[in-house]
Structure formats: C-alpha cells, structure tokens
C-alpha cells in the first residue's frame, strides 16, 4: 500500500523530488522508505523548515531522538537528510554527525525443525502458512519471499530465482522437491497467474504485506503449543527462519561457500556467524534439504 502525505510547501515539492531521486539512485524500495521516513520526521520536528538548518540544530535534534530510536534508525535518518541535502538541495551538509555506536556481537536466534512445525501448524490462514514454510525452505529474507513469482519457479532445474535481492544481485537458490509439490498444492487454491502468494481468494490482486506476515508471525508463534512452557524465544520473528536454515544447512556438513552463495551473503564472515550454533555432520546440500523439508507436513485442514 502507497501512502499518502499531506505536507505545506515547499517541503511537499522537495520531498516529491526526494523520492524521484532515491529511485532514480537505485535504492531498494526498503531503503527508499528509511531514508524518506527520516527527512520526514526531521520535517515535523523543525515545522517543514529544514532546508537551512544549522550544525547545531541538528546536533540538538539527533541529540533529542537519540533515546526514541535505535542506533540503526537514527544512521538512516542522518543518510536520508544528507542525501535530502546533497542532491535535493544541492547544498553542503552542515556537518553535523554521529557516533558510531559501540559493536554488538550476538548470534542469531533459530528454531528446529519441531518448532517449525508448531508454527505451521498455528498458523490458521493458509497463505501465511505456506508462505512460513517456503521463507524457511529456501532460506529467503521476507521481502524475497514477497517478490517471489509463479515465473520464478524453475521446476525443471529444480530452483528459484530470487530478484533484486540485498545488494541489488540476483540468486538462485535450490528448490527442495517437498516445496514444490506445497507450492503446486497452493497455487490449485488461488490459481494467480503470476503472484505467489496472493493475500487471500478474497484479494487475489494483491499480495502478502509485509505488515501483515509480521501480524500473522506473532499471532501463530504465541499460539504453537508449548510456547511459554518450552521458552520459545519471545523474539523469534520470519528472518529467524533464514537463520535456522543456514544453521541446519552448516550443521549437515554443508560447505560454508554453497551456504554463503544460497544465502546472498556478500561476505564469507557473515556467514561463518552460524558456525557457532552447529554440530558438524556430512551429507549433501540438496539431498539434506530435501530431506529436512519433508519432514513438515503444511496440510490443508482447519485454514481460512
């Protein structure tokens, strides 16, 4: 859904071009959106007068929002305001910067296969469920999986290709046999000629949202059974599902280079991370995919 502002020039015309800009650079649409979302906020702080702000203004307002926003937020807000500057305004930046905050080294939170499964079978739309399932079958971000594609499925080579990923790069990525009969099952129910994973019968013209996945996630992964007596991580969300599939793959023995390039890693380093969680066994990438994704039943009883 494209939302709509409302806001007095001549910050209306600015951000306009803002927008153009940001997609004429190339961002990805997620990026696009932390970068407007910035200019933005900064829009509201200042009353929509921030074409001529000074050094100390803005220190005094990143100083502010510091405590509301996290680390992650607050780096993109500068980016979108410097960009807003440098290529809207075509001036230089005043100068104001942040401190890159101290690094925090965690591992990432998984589930197992059995987890997996209370969460399939939680989840009571069947779109949402299918969708899981394939996000963890394939080791996809969310925002891949929602591009996903009828024409994407290469059943004859037994792959996906994967569009305008992280980095603007293109993947492919194996496609486990269990998935593909899943998908096939799916796509007899809506019958869309080119989306995957269309919101429902009722709105078979648009897809999943991204909000709405991350609502149907909670609401399944607090309903799947033993959730607070087997302290199912309160923070597990649908990127926790690439994570357990690049442990499991590394945990079969699978080499680390097969895992990075399925994955769409740029770094081998982001990769090794997963190491930390495995236990080393020999077997081969696709015959191990195969066989840990038949291993979940999607089944079409007691869905909307």
Known sequence: MIMTYVFPQPFSRNYESLLKRLKLRGMQPKTIESYSHGVRRAGAHFEYQIDNLSKDQLTDY????????????????????KF??????????????????????????IVTVEQMQQIVNATRILSYRVFFFALYSMGL????????????????????????????????????????????????????????FPQSPERPRRRIQCHDAH???????????????????KRITPHCLRHSYATHLIEAGVDLLEVQKILGHHSILTTTRYTHLTEHRKESAEVYINTLMSRIQVGWNKVV
Not at 219 to 225: F, I, K, M, S, T
Request: aromatic residues 10%.
């Open 84 to 109: 807003y500057y440098a290529y809207v305004l075509e001036k230089h930046w005043p100068g104001a910067e942040l401190t890159k905050a101290p690094k925090v080294s965690r591992l990432p939170d």
């Open 141 to 196: 971000r969310l925002g891949e999986g929602l591009q996903l594609q009828v024409g994407d499925i290469d059943q004859d080579r037994m792959r996906v290709h994967v569009r305008d990923a992280k980095g603007n790069r293109d993947r492919l990525v194996p496609l486990p046999a269990h998935t593909l009969n899943v998908l096939r099952e799916f796509w007899r129910v809506h019958r869309h000629p080119a989306l995957l």
């Open 215 to 233: 609502g149907s996630w909670r609401r399944a992964a607090g309903a799947a059974p033993g959730h607070r007596a087997d302290r199912f991580k």
């Open 62 to 81: 990143f100083s502010q929002v510091l405590d509301q926003l996290s680390w992650s937020t607050l780096k993109h807000d500068l980016y979108g305001l």
